[in-house]
């Protein structure tokens, strides 16, 4: 009898402590993450347009209206102008700064932190100066980039950055660049000494040139952290607000969901805003859910 | 074994704890229903606001001994954050006593969900209805009330002028060309006369306001003051002159405006690189900081083809649903508008008092003309600045405007347009 009594009571004590530990954890994401997760897309499934409370369930109506509307497409369009520049220039730059890194430089860690610096600043921040190195004017009155450019004597360089109609959004995703390229190239540079040195020695030992031991031995075993960084990437463009709002504030020309969301939530269209922070969720879950789905995988294979 | 279960539940219990006491405080100190203070939300923050609202405090202080005064006012986003700040503690029925808010059709979305208490009564009981021009009560009234006490007005329809500019091209800066079209060939003079951007301009709500002018031009006091209640189309061909006219006016802008504050814009004048700008008359204190003379340095006046209209903004003093100190509050708004106190505050802001009966000596070489023009010109709201339209609508036309400022398509611009109303007025 005292047996059985205490198989119970010991499973509890096994588990009961870590569960009481994380416990406050689990609360706390239910409740200001999944629970506000869930009330938001109530919000945005009422007829809740003014500070009046809703009246009826309107069902998908908000998101249908949204999704034909000229001025959220633009701001989708923005965003993936955005984004496109964004994850290609970080990519891009990360990688090769990475690259000649691991080739080995004198004084790396100056570099490095000199790359890695600007992710110090908070978009807030320098969003403030980059609004003055873009400016736009040209000629007499320039200042900023195109000043610089006009005092080299490169006047044929100044353009009009993000006032641009078509392209403008390429111009601000210039500092998101300067920002994070360096975060990129340390996640890099991580991936490259994950490389065993073996590996490296055995292909030299078959004879492999330079370019073919990176190009068949190492690259492809970058394969991982170029997909978390693009993951990071990715979601961190989809959320930009703080950036653009200090740069532009929250204009036509330069609107994406998040500052079209601000807009409308300061207009007092409830409903609306709660629209576009579901569809905005929904779009970093593109990404970020295959992306948890294959390192899942990943970490279940590798046990 | 058992201790560090306890102590694991103890934790558990009092980081969860922690966290769910997080949003409870309401920062009102405890509302005990007493009449010896009043809470009072603004943004005015800093500058030549917060000098202003000192003065008016000081002068509240000697009108009401008894009432202790609690400034709730939050910084920063020109007053986009103290909208945001005040939405949430309407919304958990905890108004602050008092709260600023522009007076006009941005309170429109208050009154419908009922957070505001009509004040008209206030109106009579203070005088204010002789004090206050016949037409501004008519641009505060909803359906016979009115819910807001205007501390200062401020002008929207003003060109200022830089008559060095405009003597290269041979432009008398004295007097005021008499319709757009007039205007818009002085522009083209500057322009011909070597003055790259005779019109100096700058973001997406000075650009607004500088369509609200036009509109006001081309339609007169009457037809602008219908847009906003549905007695004049949208699809009225004078809207399409405007939006044609506007068009024209951005040829002779600067081609940065999009990236411009109107200090920026305003500046642009000031320092001799364009003939004019429309900006409101805060604008004032810019050319006085840098020295400017009145009349000979500088010189305003009312946008071509708006003599003798108003165009106004104003600030003002609500009596929110719920007022912990109903009684304060009152006496707050009786301080807002009372001669002393609009004195106080517009002398230190720059701005002029909503009543006619100041004497306008006591104020500035600019204010003096402003003072006299709100007397006797009609008064109309102002779109860029909350008094014309509800903040949904005007969000719409922003970005209507935003786009144009890109695209310059007049058929695409006037759609928006027609479409912004359609949506507000039902």
Known sequence: MPARTRKPLSRIRSWGPPLLLVAPTIVIIAVFVYGLIAVNTQVSMTDRHSLQPATRFVGLENYFALLTEDRFLHSLWNLLIFTIVFIAGTMLFGFLWAWLLEKGVTAEGVFRSIYLFPMAVSFVASGVVWRWLLNSAEGDRASGLNRLFESMGLGFLQNPWWSDPTWGMAAIALPAVWQLAGYVMALFLAGFRGVPIELREAARMDGASEWKLYRHVIFPQLGPVALSALVIVSHMSLKVFDLIMSITKAIYQTEVPATYMWVVLTGNDYAKAATIATIMLLLAAVFIVPYLNYTNRKEREGR | ?426
Not at chain 2, 237 to 263: H, M, T
Request: charged fraction near 20%; proline fraction near 4%; charge should be negative.
């Open chain 2, 1 to 426: 074994m058992r201790k560090k279960l306890i102590a694991a539940a103890a934790l558990a219990a009092a980081l969860t704890l922690t966290a769910c006491s997080g949003d409870g405080g309401n920062g009102n100190g405890g509302g005990d229903g007493g009449d010896n203070q009043v809470e009072v939300f603004t943004w005015w923050a800093s500058g030549s606001e917060k000098v202003g609202l000192d003065a008016l405090v000081k002068v509240f202080g000697e009108q009401h001994p008894d009432v202790e005064f609690i400034n709730a006012a939050v910084a920063g986003g020109a007053g986009s954050n103290a909208k945001a700040a005040l939405a949430s503690r309407l919304e958990a029925k905890n108004p602050p006593d008092s709260f600023q808010a522009h007076a006009g059709a941005e309170l429109s979305d208050y009154i419908a969900a009922g957070q505001l208490q009509d004040v008209s009564s206030l109106y009579t009981e203070f005088g204010l209805t002789d004090a206050f021009p016949k037409s501004l009560l008519d641009r505060l009234t909803v359906d016979g009330k009115i819910y807001s006490v205007p501390s200062n007005i401020h002008r929207a329809n003003v060109v200022w002028v830089n008559p060095a500019v405009l003597e290269k091209a041979g432009i008398d800066a004295s007097k005021a060309p008499a319709t757009m079209e007039a205007w818009i060939a002085d522009l083209q003079k500057l322009k011909d006369a070597g003055v790259e951007t005779p019109l100096a301009l700058g973001t997406e709500w000075t650009q607004m306001q500088l369509f609200e002018t036009v509109l006001l031009s081309e339609l007169g006091a009457d037809g602008y003051s219908g847009l906003w209640n549905g007695d004049t189309q949208w699809t009225d061909p004078g809207v399409k002159k405007a939006a044609e006219d506007y068009k024209k006016l951005l040829g002779y802008a600067n081609s940065d405006y999009a990236g411009l504050d109107w200090d920026a814009a305003t500046q642009i004048v000031i320092d001799g690189n364009a003939g004019y700008n429309v900006m409101g008359d805060w604008a004032e204190a810019a050319f006085q900081q840098a020295g400017l003379k009145y009349d000979s340095d500088y010189t305003t006046w009312p946008v071509p083809g708006t003599d003798g209209v108003f165009d106004f903004l104003a600030d003002s003093f609500t009596l929110p649903v719920g007022a912990p100190h109903e009684k304060a509050a009152k006496a707050w708004l009786q301080t807002v508008s009372s001669a002393e106190g609009q004195k106080a505050f517009n002398l230190a802001k720059g701005s002029i008092p909503a009543r006619t009966d100041v004497d306008a000596s006591e104020y500035p070489a600019y204010q003096q003309t402003a003072i006299a023009s709100w007397s006797s010109d009609t008064v109309v709201s102002s779109l860029a600045h909350g008094a014309a339209a509800p903040v949904a609508w005007s969000s719409d036309i922003s970005s209507a405007i935003g786009k144009f400022g890109s695209d310059g398509n007049v058929d695409s611009f006037l759609t928006a347009l027609t479409d912004a109303a359609k949506k507000a007025l039902g």
